[in-house]
């Protein structure tokens, strides 16, 4: 089936410091990615809809600037958490629409757990 | 290796009906249990969380259920309408932090 790597899986850093995350999509090209957060013992929540060579969709209530996301390729899409702060610690994950499958399913890398100090 | 199964992978009805999505899951070890809605070309609209030590949770006219000694949860639609038409996905996570494991979904055809 699709594969859908993400990476980092763990990263911790100093407040103030900046992460990338990477989604990519292996075996297929995707013009859409998902990114989406998921605080402890809360429901995993959409944050943005990446396109590939287009500005990002951000849902209601996150910060854009805050929150950059980069879809320069069919295959690739970052998320960078800038100037990250305790509160940005969560659990990240991406999923890339498969556009010739059935149903245009989601294929979702293994998620990234961001601790900031 | 959890592995997460969602039963039937596809379902029309007619508007009214209540219906049952049923998923089921192998390693009962689970941290919680969430159901999702994915419209076509969107991402994933969260409907739904269990925590391991709750049996069921309520929003609206959804209601999920859920029996870890059996791997089980279900998700309750009352009164179906045709804008509940949607893949309905369940996940299962073992840990906080940890990745989630999906079912395949069932795609649901609410017919006016």
């Known amino acids: 089936g699709a594969v859908v790597s993400q990476h980092p899986s763990r990263v911790i850093c100093k407040s103030g410091t900046s992460v990338k995350i990477e989604c990519r999509s292996l075996d297929f090209q995707a013009t859409t990615m998902f990114w989406y957060r998921q605080f402890p013992k809360q429901s995993l929540m959409l944050m943005a809809t990446?396109?590939?060579?287009?500005?990002?969709?951000?849902e209601q209530g996150v910060e854009k600037d805050k929150f950059l996301i980069n879809h320069a390729s069919l295959t690739l899409s970052t998320l960078t958490v800038t100037s990250a702060h305790p509160e940005d610690s969560s659990f990240y994950i991406c999923?890339?629409?498969?556009?010739?499958?059935?149903?245009?399913?989601?294929?979702f890398g293994s998620g990234t757990q961001l601790s900031v100090l | 290796k959890q592995e997460v199964t969602q039963i039937p992978a596809a379902l029309s009805v007619p508007e009214g009906e209540n219906l049952v999505l049923n998923c089921s899951f192998t390693?009962?070890?689970?941290?919680?249990l969430q159901w999702f809605r994915q419209d076509p070309g969107k991402g994933l609209t969260s409907l739904l969380l269990i925590q391991s030590s709750q049996r069921e949770q309520t929003s609206g006219r959804l209601n999920a259920s859920l029996d870890k000694s059996s791997g089980r949860s279900t998700l309750y639609i009352a009164a179906s309408q045709p804008g509940d038409s949607a893949t309905y996905l369940c996940?299962?996570?073992?840990?906080?932090?940890?990745?989630?494991?999906f079912g395949g979904g069932t795609r649901l055809m609410v017919k006016p």
């Open positions: 990446s396109n590939e060579g287009s500005k990002a969709t951000y």
């Open positions: 996940a299962v996570q073992v840990d906080a932090g940890n990745m989630l494991t």
């Open positions: 999923s890339a629409l498969y556009p010739g499958h059935i149903n245009e399913k989601l294929f």
């Open positions: 390693d009962s070890a689970i941290y919680n």
